[in-house]
């Protein structure tokens, strides 16, 4: 799967991309963990796997994350290529979520690493 270019990412769709509270935990836990696929958001956001597709084909469509496939696996990350503006404003929600005591700042930090592998 190829990488959405945001270079001409309008801030206008950034912060639509992120005023959905799933769609900002998400991309907390992107900024936290790197890599994750559905079934870690799963667990760690205690949603259904729908839900989750759902809010990662908004935030892939805009250019904020990007994704990679692995076998039947799909990795999503932060888009390594987003403008400098952009990353700047999603480290500056994470310090304020932080800073306020928001759980999603530090949700999945609790060092369990969750296998997506059936066996």
């Known amino acids: ?9 309008h801030p206008d769709t950034l912060l639509k991309a992120l005023a959905e509270p ?6 907390l836990l992107l900024l936290h963990n790197d890599e994750l696929c559905v079934c870690h958001l799963q667990q ?3 949603l259904s796997q729908p839900k989750i597709s759902r809010h990662l084909k908004a935030l892939r469509d805009s250019g904020v994350v990007s994704d990679r496939r692995e076998g039947q696996w799909v990795h ?4 390594p290529a987003l403008p400098g503006w952009a990353q700047q404003v ?4 994470a310090a304020g ?3 306020a005591g928001e759980p999603l700042a530090t949700l999945g930090d609790n060092g369990t690493i969750i296998s997506c592998q059936r066996g």
């Open 97 to 99: 979520a932080a800073a």
């Open 1 to 9: 799967m190829s990488d959405p270019q945001p270079d001409n990412l």
């Open 90 to 93: 999603i480290n500056a929600l």
């Open 44 to 46: 760690m956001l205690a």
């Open 76 to 79: 999503y990350r932060l888009n």
């Open 22 to 27: 799933t769609r900002l935990r998400i991309v």
